[in-house]
């Protein structure tokens, strides 16, 4: 009884000394267990470590959009949907492209995906990789207004280099396109390389023999000295303009129908 009596006197004492909460609540508020609750990251959503904000990506995808296609919208016009594309994923793409291996769809139970009969282009995975080292976002702007015109566009995850942009209501409005001149559609690829990426049309030479024919027409630009694919263009003929762009890896992806 003693013993019990001296127990209690101790508490009392720390009580007084030190209020409840230092004899109830050791465990910090907002913590649990050894990890702090981070209430910024809860209101703002996923965010990705080491790669830029999504807010930061919505604004440089709607810059994109204005730039490279002549329009002036705004956020509060658009609707957003995003996917990030890690380091892995991007790993496995790269290597199906390295292999030329058509198509893009996951094939059936059993089945066996052949490397087909197309160009292999030079590519450095290892580079690759580590110039997309944060992943990449991929991202579509609808317009609320007309929710048939909408907006493609992938960004390198890290530094926020726009790599593809397409329009992709006119990728799907390609019946009654008329026949154009050849030099009249390279003329409108070119036109916009110089323009909008500002690249030198001496450095770049035209790969005609993979050239796509078709209502979108895609033209293949490599780099005269490697021979690397630069530059992926598609012009909608039945509205005379340049609908899409892709570059470096984006490029060969494209090419392979990756992404």
Known sequence: MNKL???????????????????????PKETVMVKSIDRASEANGAEYEGVLSQDTVKTLSLNAVNKYFDENVT?????????????????????????GLIPAVIPAPGSVVKPTEVPKFLINVQTELDSYSG??????????????????????????DIVKVTRAD????????????????????????????????????LNEDITRWGSVVELYYMSKDDKKLIYTISVNLRRNEVIGFSKDVMALLSYYSRI
């Open 5 to 27: 009596n001296l127990v209690m006197m101790c508490v009392l004492l720390m009580i007084v000394g030190t209020g409840c909460e230092g004899v109830f609540d050791t465990i």
């Open 75 to 99: 956020l509060k016009e658009i609707q957003f949907e995003m996917e990030f594309i890690n380091k892995n994923k991007f790993k496995a793409l790269i290597s199906e492209a390295e292999y």
């Open 135 to 160: 992943g990449l976002y991929y991202t579509t702007l609808t317009t609320l207004s007309d929710s048939s015109k909408a907006y493609d566009i992938v960004l390198n995850a890290r530094n926020g």
């Open 170 to 205: 006119t990728l799907r409005n390609i019946s009654g396109a008329r026949q154009k001149d050849k030099k009249e559609i390279i003329a409108l690829a070119e036109a916009f390389i110089q323009e909008k990426e500002s690249y030198p049309l001496s450095e770049l030479s």
